[in-house]
């Protein structure tokens, strides 16, 4: 649960704009965001982000992020070698693990932590149809830093049948929480590879990899392990290996089965050195209404994955690497996702919402229901089963 | 198991590099496929928006078109 507090990340390669399709020269994008589920985790975050084309084929984008977080966990205090489990000294808790989310009596209205993450680049198109880009991105927070780099390449061959993109991204964090006396970095480093295929005038399939090696602190400084011994028990700090080498490849096709209308269906393997594998599905259909002034989608997803080859629900006795971390145990997980976009043909049309319709504007809204099922209860809610929705509404603009 | 992601992801090029062979299409053929909704992640803001939360209740990450980059990766 608290990884939340060390925020939402960006994704700094997108494969979009393949195909000939280009990326928009001047674009602004404000989304109003929102995930909130059962374990009283709730984060609202707003993003900005603006294009603007600053050369005849340069473009810069930048972007600005802040989101708050409040979270039940970060209330409670577990006490570890003489410190809480809290996020920050001066918060007031609970003591007791066992104690059920919606149990104690910490208030609700504010929020526990708040970070702010501010994004800047530049692309740049080459020979016949390349596009290479460079991005840099700083996020900050009271007990947490992040810096990171990226970059990409995209050419086209084939007449364009054929897009392939690598990628690289690198960030260094450092994590020093309010509760403890040190300081420890985490350095990460991905390549990624895709390549986009035209397969016939009404289909193109997508392949993406990725390899990615983390090392450094890479445990959650505010979890605790309860290591029982007969009546009594103690808390430790997690601990976890330092390096981790994770892999992950996935292969997508787009069909557009009518004029109007189009179904994508997609699936990804992941594995990594802590014997963490998954694999994920998923399929989403889109159709336009209005003369495309009005588009639909509703999709799914389905995903299994093994545990991390270290976790245990509870330990009874001290071992070299303990983690309660739900995302590191087995679980199923389903998605079930909504998609709506109305261009400003149809806006002008609809009360409250046509006061977003200027020319080449769009309003955009997402929600997403999702369920977590693991094997053992969360260590800190006790419950098994997640139970979340992500909300977002978005106003884009092309000048 | 460990042989399991070169296999498939050979198995992609290879698939990929077969479909290349098969058919070409020429500009003038592809209106379909420049309809927004064929667009692989046509709006990758989004689509972060939607992935990155499921970063941090699932313990797997990548291969699927973007990538994350900074904190909470461990």
């Known amino acids: 649960m608290g990884d939340f507090r060390r925020g939402l990340a960006i994704w700094l390669l997108a494969s979009s704009s393949l195909l000939g399709q280009s990326e928009a020269d001047n674009e602004l994008q404000v989304n109003f965001n929102g995930y909130f589920d059962n374990f009283r985790v709730h984060i609202l975050y707003p993003t900005l982000s603006l294009t603007k084309k600053i050369g005849a084929s340069t473009r810069f984008n930048g972007r600005y992020l802040v989101d708050a977080i409040t979270a039940a966990s970060m209330r409670s205090r577990f006490e570890v070698d003489g410190v809480t489990s809290a996020t920050a000294r001066s918060v007031d808790g609970v003591t007791s693990a066992s104690q059920r989310a919606g149990e104690d009596s910490a208030p609700e209205a504010t929020w526990d932590e708040v970070r702010h993450e501010f994004g800047a680049g530049l692309s740049r198109d080459f020979g016949r149809g390349g596009t290479a880009s460079a991005n840099g991105l700083y996020s900050t927070e009271h007990d947490y830093s992040s810096k990171t780099l990226a970059g990409s390449v995209t050419y086209p061959f084939a007449k364009k049948n054929t897009v392939i993109q690598i990628g690289a991204v690198r960030s260094w964090d450092l994590s020093f929480p309010d509760t403890r006396t040190w300081s420890k970095a985490k350095d990460a480093a991905t390549l990624s590879f895709g390549i986009t295929q035209v397969l016939n005038p009404r289909a193109v399939a997508q392949l993406d990899a990725s390899f990615t090696s983390n090392k450094g602190f890479l445990s959650d400084p505010y979890q605790v392990v309860r290591v029982i011994d007969g009546y009594s028990f103690r808390t430790y700090n997690t601990a976890v290996p330092d390096r981790r080498f994770r892999n992950a490849v996935g292969m997508r096709v787009n069909f557009k089965t009518t004029s109007t209308s189009s179904i994508q269906v997609g699936y990804r393997y992941y594995r990594d050195d802590w014997k963490i594998e998954s694999n994920t599905v998923h399929a989403m259909v889109q159709r336009h209404f209005l003369d495309k002034g009005l588009t639909l989608g509703i999709g799914g997803r389905h995903y299994t994955q093994s545990k991390a080859y270290f976790f245990k629900p509870s330990y009874p006795s001290v071992e070299e690497f303990m983690t309660v971390d739900s995302k590191l145990n087995s679980c199923v997980s389903d998605e079930l996702q909504f998609k709506l976009e109305i261009q400003s043909d149809v806006l002008k049309t609809i009360p409250i919402l046509s006061i977003l319709a200027a020319d080449n504007s769009a309003f955009l809204a997402d929600l997403d229901l999702y369920h977590r099922r693991t094997p053992t209860p969360d260590w800190f809610s006790r419950y098994r089963d997640l139970y979340a929705y992500i909300l977002s509404f978005g106003w884009r603009v092309r000048f | ?74």
């Open chain 2, 1 to 74: 198991m460990a042989r399991r992601l070169p296999v498939f992801l050979l198995f992609c090029i290879l698939l990929l590099s077969l479909a290349s062979g098969c058919a070409r299409v020429q500009p003038w053929q592809r209106e379909d496929l420049s309809d927004p909704i064929m667009i692989f992640d046509e709006n990758p803001i989004e689509k972060g928006i939607r992935e990155h939360p499921l970063d941090y209740r699932e313990g797997s990450s990548g291969g699927t078109g973007s990538q994350s980059g900074g904190c909470g990766c461990g």
